[in-house]
Structure formats: C-alpha cells, structure tokens
C-alpha cells in the first residue's frame, strides 16, 4: 500500500542502508549486463548469457545469479553480482554496458471533454479494437468496471503477450506481467501483477479505460469516466513496487512490451536525477520502442516550479507536463462570527451541522512531550494535548496527512503553510478526515477569530467541484525545462491534464494521502504528471486506431504542432512549462504536415552531442557508428519545436534545417508566417511549400539572428504554416545557459538537475523528485 511521504522517506533511507551494507559486506547486487540488439534465436541468447556467467561466477552459480534473459527486444540480461565480477563482465566481448539496477520513482470524468475529445467521438472507431497500450507501471486491478471486456472479441492477432498465472485477463485487459529483481516488497505489496499501489490502476483507465458512468469519489467529480480509446486493449507490465521501480525490470517491462505487440507505450515514471541516455533504462527502452514503431509516451516529473528539473527528455520519446482542467475542488470554513474562507481539498466528509469547536494547535501542545507552543503549533505527530483536541477542528501551521489529528481524536483540521503558501492552491489533496488548506491570509484570520472568543466554532464544508475558467495552467509542480541535456532540445514536449483527476482506483490501497486509511474506493482523484502522461498516451492511441501506419514521430509531431496555445500570461515558463501548448487529439489526426524522423536522425543527432560509436552503441544496440564531427547542437534533428541555447553574454544566432512531409491533401500550398519579438530577426527560408501529392516532403531553413543577450530566461517566438486548412505551429524558444566552467553545471557542461523536497504522498503528487 503507498505510503505517506514520511515513510517514503524511511523506506528510501531503508533502502539505501541496504546498499550501503552489502557493498560494505561484498555482498552481490543486480547489474544490468547489455549486449544491445536482439539476437535472432532467442534461445541462444539465452544460453550465450548463461555462458557468459558461468565464465564469472562458475557454472553451479550462474542459473542463480540470473535474474532475467532480455531476449525479446533487444539483448542482455539481468544478474546478481559482486563489483568485481561485474567489471569482468563489462571488459567481455559483446557486453555494451554494465549498468546498476538504479531504483526509479513514480512520477477522468472531465478531462477527456476538456481535450475537446468528447464522448461521442472517442469510442466507436473500426480501428480501436486493434490499438494496444502498454502500461509501465504498478500494475492494474483486473476486476475495475474500466476493464470490462463486455462486448469485447479476441485480441488481435499481432498480440504475442501472457497473462500471468496468478492474475486474470480478458478481452479488453490482455496482457499482465510482473518484474522483481530485488525481490523487495512491503507486507502490502502482492505477488502478481494486481496493483495495490492504485497508480497504474489509475494510470491504465485513463489512457484506455471503457466508458463508466456514474463514477465518483464518494460523490465527487461524478460523471463518466473513460479514456481516449476505450475499445483499444490494455497490456500491464508491473516494474513497480511500494519501494520504487527497479531498473532492471524496466528494461524486462520495454522487452516484452515491444515483442508482445503493443502499439503505445505509457511510462508514468523517473528517475530522481539527471542521466545520460546510456544510463536511461527509459531512454534505452523507449528507444528500442521508436526501432519497432512504437511512440513511447513519458511524464515530465514533479520537481517544477524549479527550472531544469525536466525529466524524460529522450528526443525520440514524447515528454508531458500536467495542467489543470475547468475544474478544482474546495473544501470551504466556516468560522462561528459567519466568514467563510476558501479552502482547497478533495473533503469526502460531510459534518453534520456547523457548530463544532475549534482549537489551535499552539494552544495545545503536549508538554508532557515537551512540546511547547512553538511546536504544537505545527501539529506534528506527538505534540498535540489529546485532552485538549479530541472532538475538536484543529487549526495547524503546515501541511500534513491528517494522522497526526487521528492520533489524537481530533474531528479535523484547517491547514495553512508557509513554506508552500505560492503552491498547494492549483490542485488538491484528499484526507482521512475533514480537513481542508486555505491560504496564510485566511488562516491569520481564522486564528485571530479562534483567539478573541472564549469558544470558538466552526465547520469544514463538504468538498465541491468548482467551474476553473483559467484553465489550462501548468500546474505548480510539473517539472520545467530547459533541458538538462540538450539544451537545443525543447522540453518538455507539450502538456495535458494533470491536476485532481478521477479514474479507477485499487481497493486495496488507501483514498487518502494517509498511508493507513482503510477506506476502499473504486475510483480516486489524484494529480501528477504521471495523470498528464496517460491522457497524452491516450491521445496517441486515438490518433494511432486512425492513422495506424504513421511512425511514431508523425504522432509525437500531430500532436504538438496542432496543440493549444497557451497563455504565457498565465504561465511564466512559458514553453519551459507547457513546450508545444496542450492536446488537441481531434485536431492532431488532421494536422496537415508532419515532422518526421527515423533511427538514423536520432543516430546522427546523438553524434553530433558528442557521442562516439562507443557511447552510442549504450544506447542503440546495434552497429551504428559515428562519423561526422560533434557540433554539439541539436538544430538539424526534424523536431517540431525549435530550441536555441545562448551561452550568456552572446550574441544570438542559429541556423535549423528541417523538413515535413504532407499528410493532408495531394495537393495544397503552405505559406509561412513568423511571430517574434522585436529583439529577434527570425528569416524562414522558403517563405512557400508546395505540394503535389500526399507523402511528399519539402525542405526548408530557419535563421535567428539577435543581439548580445545576458540573463534571459526565455524569448518566445513561432512559425506557423497554413494552406487555409490546417495550421501547423512550432514554437521558437531562445535562452541563455550557464557558462562550462559555472558549478551549476553538469554532464558535459550541461545543466544539472534540481531536486525538490519529498513533500508529496506517493497516491498525490507521485515521483515527487
């Protein structure tokens, strides 16, 4: 069952003492031997890796030293090593790397409408019932009403997936597989690919769950729950367990998605700091993925507001940031004198009446605890006079799960933090208990309510769902570019509801932020880019049933060029938040032209960053090798959005060559139009595409030309082809970067990563990095 951010905390401090001793103690650990591409006869590779073992670690030892065979997709193998026999290993011929077995973190009644993909347009297409999602993730419950395969027929026959032994598949959940290499799990955890973490429940239903009405969270957000392809199929490949997502069955879960013959791929997880692509089981896994055909689709992670914090930014793979939707829930005060003060929470609670009395926690502390009211004023666990709260609404100075007032028999609690004051008011948190969070203003004058009468009442209001007409906002936690590795890459790539979103839910993990709440739901309201990820998945799908033979850069570039636009007003990050703007999928199966790429674009453009065929190989697989001089630019990859870093105190210029390829009428002619500032002279060369026939490409050239530039953080500018039909937009970014030789810099002189503090419960905010 997922816990609350303290005992994420104590299980990742766990984890790392586990490491920390068996390295101490010689013990082995789980390396990741890669060999690259797949070999032909996937029982050889299978007894070449055994082998291979057996030369390091004897043949008694090998078989249980061997965690896994990859020999579907690529090859390589999983096993339990001492360092030294892992650097013999890595020094063998064949072997690409050797890599650790990194622990990664996990990063819709009304969304899908939002979109403007509405009920009526989402179902019912000949092409869904072909269309496979592939979910990386915590697993699924097979019994949620979003899996029913009512009506369904036989999968289809490229379809080479299992169903694990101990789990049940049907005709719309086809494939269900699970991966443990470091045999760690909490007493929750459950041995099979059912999920009792509730992510990858939540995750699944979204991208593809049937048409459920009348779903709810105990009342709220009711409505029809779906996803964007609810006739498609759904292949679960559980990596994810209560203590994280293990590298190694990362790559097992790629392996097998791409043989079992899925069409998407939805990855709602990262890793907490910055990685080269050859130490990316993602960034390798999804590019293996773009090899078969298959668009990989990836969260931007929950370290935002921070710049650089961007996770996922593998060119080949698509990258979303969460956004909020016309919809927020509040949870409002009502304080005895008759103000009533906005209050921000998902409340399932409903208290009968209005008078209950109220309490701060700085006028309770425990001082047989030796809590005084400087502390108790927190409500931390253990601070708070029992004889003081019980039966009481408890005003509290932070933000917390609601256990430390069920400790103490509190009736609720009103929340105020200054430390998140600026965020916390773009999504909400659902607890265990009546308990809402309301802004420092509100909270001093609930406080000065609660001290100018000898008993103070009040009441926590049953949740609400409110109208939001600022939506879409990039939600305050969604992880902000610049890219930490290629800079002249914009990430990330566009954005998509994922702010307080209701889907199916495992009964067996808790509602709440509260690790220990025993109350079971079939549908939550969660928020985080690993919500926005499966919307984009989904989207994806759709677009896929439609156009199935488009590559998986024509259905990454459709939905980016034909995004919304979003307001930088609202947004100051601009396209470091929101990159291309938010899905459109109706739009995005019509967009007119499409940038297009193959392995060999993103073979050369690795090259040209300063990959060797050594390094590059980490990541391909296979024999590519590198020729061409390192440019260390990104501006000649066929990507639908541009990106031009200025290292400060330069002179802005750069040079694109891109080309599109005509999907809509044989015959149509583009012309272009340039938006920019007056501080930017951006010429497009030609200024007209004509075309003659569907399928044809045209060339073009774009130069930025600009003046010396220091401490900019962002100049936005676009370019927009229309033919009277289609509008077809790439935004222009110019920035400024940190000099080499600046200390916030890392790989290579790239940027590093910036880590945010684990303030989320993993059902909330997940992946909080």
Not at 212 to 230: I, K, Q, T
Not at 310 to 339: E, M
Not at 564 to 592: Q, R, T, W
Not at 697 to 720: C, D, H, T, W
Request: charged letters at 15%; aromatic letters at 10%; a negative charge.
């Amino acid at each position: 069952m997922a816990k609350s951010w303290f005992s994420s905390l104590f299980f990742s401090l766990l984890i790392a003492l586990l490491a920390v001793n068996a390295h101490c103690n010689g013990d082995k650990k789980v390396h990741v031997v890669y060999m690259g591409e797949r070999l032909k006869d996937g029982l050889s590779a299978s007894s070449l890796h055994q082998s291979m073992l057996s030369n390091v670690v004897g043949s008694s030892g090998a078989k249980e030293s061997l965690v896994y065979s990859y020999t579907r997709s690529f090859n390589g193998f999983a096993a339990k090593l001492s360092d030294e026999e892992a650097e013999t290993l890595a020094e063998m011929d064949g072997v690409v790397s050797v890599l650790p077995n990194r622990i990664f973190k996990l990063h819709t009644t009304r969304s899908w409408d939002f979109t403007g993909l509405p009920q009526t347009q989402s179902g019912g297409s000949s092409g869904q019932g072909d269309i496979i999602v592939g979910l990386i993730d915590t697993g699924a419950w097979p019994e949620a009403d979003s899996f029913s395969d009512e009506g369904f027929g036989p999968p289809p026959t490229k379809w080479k997936g299992s169903c694990a032994a101990n789990f049940t598949c049907n005709n719309k959940l086809v494939g269900a597989r699970m991966y443990n290499s470091e045999n760690f799990s909490a007493p929750t955890d459950i041995q099979s690919p059912r999920d009792s973490e509730g992510h990858g429940t939540h995750t699944a239903s979204t991208a593809a769950g049937r048409d459920v009405s009348s779903a709810s969270y105990y009342g709220l957000g009711e409505g029809v729950a779906r996803g964007a392809v609810p006739e498609a199929r759904i292949a679960v490949y559980k990596v994810c367990w209560s203590y994280g997502c293990a590298l190694a069955d990362i790559l097992a879960g790629f392996d097998d998605a791409i043989a079992d013959g899925v069409d998407i791929i939805s990855v709602s997880l990262g890793s907490s700091e910055v990685l080269q692509y050859f130490e990316d089981p993602i960034a390798i896994g999804s590019f293996h993925a773009m090899k078969w055909g298959i668009l990989t689709s990836n969260s931007a992670g929950n370290s935002g507001p921070l710049p650089y914090s961007v996770l996922n930014y593998a060119p080949w793979s698509l990258t979303v940031a969460a956004s909020t939707i016309d919809r927020k829930f509040v949870a409002n005060v009502v304080l005895g004198n008759g103000q009533i003060l906005l209050g921000n929470s998902i409340n399932s609670f409903a208290l009968n009446g209005s008078s209950f009395p109220l309490i701060y926690g700085g006028d309770a502390p425990n001082v047989s605890a030796g809590a005084s009211p400087d502390i108790s004023r927190y409500c931390y666990p253990g601070t708070l006079n029992e004889n003081k709260v019980k039966g009481k609404i408890v005003l509290c100075d932070t933000l917390y799960d609601g256990s430390n007032i069920m400790e103490v028999n509190g009736l609720g609690t009103i929340m105020s933090d200054i430390e998140y004051s600026t965020l916390f008011f773009d999504f909400a948190f659902n607890y265990p208990l009546p308990a809402t969070l309301v802004s420092l203003e509100d909270a001093s004058k609930a406080l000065a309510y609660v001290q100018s009468t000898d008993n103070p009442i009040g009441s926590i209001l049953v949740g609400e769902a409110w109208r939001d007409i600022s939506a879409p906002r990039v939600v305050s936690f969604s992880s902000r570019g610049p890219n930490p590795v290629d800079p002249d890459i914009l990430k990330p790539d566009l954005t998509a509801p994922g702010v307080d979103i209701l889907a199916a839910w495992s009964p067996v993990a808790p509602p709440s932020i509260y690790a220990e709440d025993t109350r079971s739901v079939k549908y939550n309201i969660i928020s985080g880019t690993s919500m926005s990820c499966p919307h984009a998945s989904g989207a994806a799908a759709y677009i896929k049933s439609l156009r199935p033979t488009w590559s998986p850069a024509a259905i990454k570039s459709a939905l980016m060029t034909t995004a919304y636009v979003m307001n930088p007003l609202k947004n100051e990050d601009a396209e470091f938040a929101y990159g291309s703007g938010h899905i459109n999928p109706v739009k995005a199966v019509n967009p007119g032209l499409v940038y297009n790429a193959s392995e060999q674009d993103y073979v050369d453009f690795l090259c040209e960053q300063g990959y060797n065929t050594t390094t590059l190989r980490l990541v391909t697989g296979d024999s590519s090798a590198c020729t061409s001089n390192a440019t260390g630019k990104g501006w000649d990859l066929n990507y639908p959005s541009f990106a031009l870093s200025i290292e400060d105190g330069q002179q802005v210029f750069g040079t694109f060559y891109r080309t599109v390829t005509n999907v809509g009428p044989g015959n149509s002619t583009y012309y272009v139009t340039v938006s920019a500032p007056s501080s930017l002279k951006v010429t497009v060369e030609p200024t007209m595409l004509a075309f003659s026939s569907i399928g044809e490409k045209k060339s073009y050239k774009v130069q930025v030309i600009g003046g010396v530039i220091s401490q900019v953080p962002i100049i936005s500018a676009e370019i927009l082809w229309k033919d009277g039909v289609h509008s077809v937009r790439s935004p222009l970014v110019v920035y400024t970067v940190l000099p080499p030789s600046s200390p916030s810099m890392g790989i290579n002189n790239k940027p590093r990563s910036f880590e945010g503090s684990s303030i989320f419960h993993k059902n909330g905010i997940l992946g909080r990095h």
